[in-house]
C-alpha cells in the first residue's frame, strides 16, 4: 500500500506546526467557531446539521491542514479559496481573483482574534493522505 499525494493552493496564512494561540490544546477549528458564535453542537438541544453549516459558512476563516495528516502543518484561509487535486487528477484554476470583501472579512478576523499584521497569501502545498 502507498502513500497518495494531493496537492492544494489555499489563500491565507502559513501558521507551520503552530495551531493559532486562540485555539485549545484539544480543541478542533470547527469546535472553536460553534462554541464563539454559542452555537449548539450534535447531541445538544437546538442542533440542527443544515444550521451549523449556515454558520460554518458564514466564519470567514477556516484552518487548513497540510503536510501529513500524523505530523500536520496549518494554514488559517480565507474560507472557499482552496483548490486540491487529488494525486493523479488534474484541477483547473479559473481564477486567483479573492472577492475582496472576502479578504477583508478574513483580516478583520483575524486581527480580532489576535493574529497580528495578517497579509494572506496563495501558498501551495502538499498533504500525504
Not at 451549523?52 to 484561509?77: E, G, K, N, V, W
Request: aromatic share 10%; glycine share 10%; proline share 5%.
Amino acid at each position: 500500500m502507498g502513500v497518495s499525494n494531493d496537492a492544494f493552493l489555499v489563500y491565507g496564512i502559513d501558521l507551520g506546526e503552530d495551531l493559532p494561540s486562540f485555539l485549545g490544546e484539544d480543541q478542533e477549528f470547527e469546535d472553536f467557531l460553534m462554541d464563539e458564535g454559542g452555537q449548539p453542537k450534535w447531541g445538544e438541544p437546538g442542533h440542527s446539521f443544515d444550521k451549523q453549516r449556515a454558520y460554518l459558512a458564514s466564519c470567514p476563516a477556516d484552518l487548513t491542514l497540510y503536510c501529513s495528516y500524523d505530523y500536520p502543518m496549518h494554514i488559517l484561509s480565507v474560507r472557499g479559496t482552496d483548490r486540491r487535486a487529488s494525486r493523479g487528477n488534474v484541477e483547473e484554476v479559473e481564477s486567483l481573483d479573492v472577492d475582496a470583501d472576502k479578504r477583508t472579512g478574513f483580516i478583520d478576523w483575524c486581527i480580532a482574534h489576535g493574529i497580528e499584521n495578517p497579509e494572506p497569501k496563495w501558498l501551495l502545498n502538499s498533504m500525504n493522505g
